[in-house]
């Protein structure tokens, strides 16, 4: 992150907590079905650095399930996210 310009950084920052906000909520729920697993492990993919950073945010069992699953491999986005995605992974050096 340390080659996001200053309000990209926030922009970055308040984006990955709202995503993982959301995903913890759909945990909560039991919601972790072939409907959201997808977006689970894109999120994860895209966003685990900053999840590993900002653990004490979320619950212990949230916390240990995103940990314990690993082994994924995300899907490609596609539509508006793409090139959002495309950035991220681009400033972050991810394949």
Not at 37 to 47: C, D, I, S, T
Not at 68 to 87: E, I, Q
Request: charged content about 35%; hydrophobic content about 35%.
């Amino acid at each position: 992150m340390k080659n996001f310009k200053r309000n990209d950084k926030l922009r970055y920052e308040s984006y990955a907590n709202i995503v993982w906000d959301v995903c913890e909520s759909a945990y909560d729920r039991r919601r972790i079905d072939e409907t959201w697993l997808p977006a689970f492990k894109v999120e994860r993919y895209l966003h685990i650095n900053w999840f590993i950073k900002n653990q004490c945010k979320f619950k212990q069992e949230f916390r240990d399930y995103i940990m314990n699953n690993k082994d994924v491999t995300p899907p490609l986005r596609y539509g508006r996210f793409r090139s959002l995605a495309n950035k991220i992974k681009s400033v972050l050096h991810i394949a």
